[in-house]
């Protein structure tokens, strides 16, 4: 099993970033995929989820700002991050079934 996730780097406040993650190793298809953050201090939390029917749920904190997004068939999920705040500003990981990790990308929102 592998998640690469590519896509992080620093922008400015009211930036835009879109986030990658390259799935290998299970079922892809049929598994729910997941973006979450860990903020430097904090614990790692959830930023957005979509499941094999393409439903979608958000953290309260992004909601109308990014969009989760899957391509089976390229065994990719994908985070639109529009309008980023300075408070966006985290190691962005992928996860896989709930089960499995990639290693993070950072994300810096500053000006």
């Known amino acids: 099993v592998q998640l690469v996730e590519s896509g992080g780097g620093l922008v400015q406040p009211g930036g835009s970033l879109r986030l990658s993650c390259a799935a290998s190793?299970?079922?892809?298809?049929?598994?729910?995929m997941g973006w979450y953050r860990q903020a430097p201090g904090k614990e790692r939390e959830l930023v957005a989820i979509?499941?094999?029917?393409?439903?979608?749920i958000y953290a309260s904190s992004v909601k109308g700002r990014f969009s989760i997004s899957r391509d089976n068939a390229k065994r990719m999920v994908y985070l639109q991050m529009n309008s980023l705040k300075p408070e966006d500003t985290a190691v962005y990981y992928c996860?896989?079934?709930?089960?499995?990790w990639g290693r993070g990308t950072q994300v810096t929102v500053s000006s």
């Open positions: 996860n896989g079934r709930s089960a499995y």
């Open positions: 190793g299970f079922a892809f298809s049929i598994a729910s």
């Open positions: 979509i499941n094999s029917a393409s439903s979608t």
